[in-house]
């Protein structure tokens, strides 16, 4: 744990795009860092949106300073999102595509860890969605996309995983001539619940409610928990 390390993880239908760009590691993947469009800031991460040739990605980076003893021995939040994101798309919900991930630790101090992902095409998150559409036919459609999101969740719980950032910024909506999709996203305190699974559902609904009925009545929050209590139980 002594020195400075990296770890480097790469999608390997990915490896073209990346070699486009000169990445081949964790440092190579860092000099990226500052470069588009920065379209989200806090006080310890910062999300750019990036054209690699014709693709657009999200660039996100969690940058410590100083170094953070937070994750010694610990998995950093990218690589909790990484491996989300990855057991998300087993259970067959539809997540934004892993590109790469890399981070940099100083005898075990996680200096920064970045994750890049590819843009998910014509969408939107459902809380720009709802705050345009409150009314008229907007509106039932808004109460469809709720009722499936509570199908979706439901789905999730029941393979014992819950979201912990169930929020509808975290939820993105793509549309094309085919039909729409819902998309999760950023899910880095998510996982598996093998004990206390019940609380943990819980919590995961209260978190939810409360960020619908901060936007929606309590008539959209309704058409979620319709949507949820739609999916029968598995034996």
Known sequence: MLGTTYRY???????????????KDAES??????????VSCSSTS?????????????LKRRLYVPPSWRYFGRASRSFCEWRNYEALGRLGCRCPELVCLGEKRSSGQLCWSILVTLEVRHSQNLLQRFQKEQSGAGREQCLSILREVGRTVRLLHQRHF?????????ILIAENDEGSSLYFIDCPRGGYRHFFRAAAIRRDLARLGRDVLKTCSQGDWSALLEGYGSIRPEE
């Open 46 to 58: 910062e999300v750019w949106r990036q054209a690699w040739g014709e693709e657009v990605v999200y």
């Open 162 to 170: 819950v979201l912990r950032d169930g929020k509808l910024r975290n």
């Open 9 to 23: 993880l790469a999608n390997p239908s990915c490896i073209p795009l990346l070699e486009a760009q000169r990445i």
């Open 29 to 38: 993947l860092e000099r990226l860092s500052g470069q588009g469009e920065s």
